[in-house]
Antibody, heavy 120, light 107 residues
């Protein structure tokens, strides 16, 4: 059974940093691209970014709203995905979802999400 | 960036109704288009990918179609468990983008 479990969310002050983790199981993690998607309270979905697999040089893509502040990485030995968030703004407050990508065009499994609140 | 305009943003319907949700793209895209269903407090669930392919386990009352700049999600006969918010997404080019969502509520 595919499982994605996010952790690391919480309350952080504007300008601060936070690192989210996503622990995965039930599939060959190294084969897949992985995405982060977020959802502000009461709002719609926003794609945050993607990290590709080794065959694609672990290249990354980001939304303009987070580029230069957020960084996605992965640890194949731990089957884990990470989102390093720096220079956080109040508008980064959201539930952050870890998502498995099948091929390059199929976001087929989602974690339960972790809430990040940026507030003073 | 490709903008997706989803309509309507809110829809009130009865059980058994046929429901159609439309997503218009700001520029032409390939078939890399998907639809998701989200219920309150839950993660989104993939319904349809590649414009019209039903994800495994999704009931056949859901269907997708479209090309170019206009894509649609149709529910042929609305069931009680279908009351939720639906989102479209383009995966044609980065940054990937979502529509604003359509909330389907009980009439």
């Amino acid at each position: 059974e595919v499982q994605l479990v996010e952790s690391g969310g919480g309350l952080v002050q504007p300008g601060g940093s936070l690192r989210l983790s996503c622990s995965t199981s039930g599939f060959i993690f190294s084969d897949h691209f992985m995405d982060w998607v977020r959802q502000a309270p009461g709002k719609g979905l926003e794609w945050v970014g993607r990290i590709k697999n080794k065959a694609n040089s672990y290249s990354t893509e980001y939304a303009a709203s987070v580029k230069g502040r957020f960084s996605i990485s992965r640890d194949e030995s731990k089957n884990s995905l990470y989102l390093q968030m720096n220079s956080l703004k109040t508008e980064d407050t959201a539930v952050y979802y870890c998502v498995r990508v099948l091929g390059s065009s199929l976001l087929d499994y989602w974690g339960q999400g972790t809430l990040v609140t940026v507030s003073s | 960036d490709i903008q997706l305009t989803q309509s309507p943003s809110f829809l009130s319907a009865s059980v058994g109704d046929r429901v159609t949700i439309t997503c218009r793209a700001s520029q032409g895209i390939s078939s890399s288009f998907a639809w998701y269903q989200q219920k309150p407090g839950k993660a989104p669930k993939l319904l349809i990918y590649a414009t019209s392919t039903l994800q495994s386990g999704v009931p056949s009352r859901f269907s997708g179609s479209g090309s170019g700049t206009e894509f649609t999600l149709t529910i042929s006969s609305l069931q009680p468990e279908d009351f939720a918010t639906y989102y479209c997404q383009q995966l044609n080019s980065y940054p990937l983008t979502f529509g604003g969502g359509t909330k389907v509520e009980i009439k």
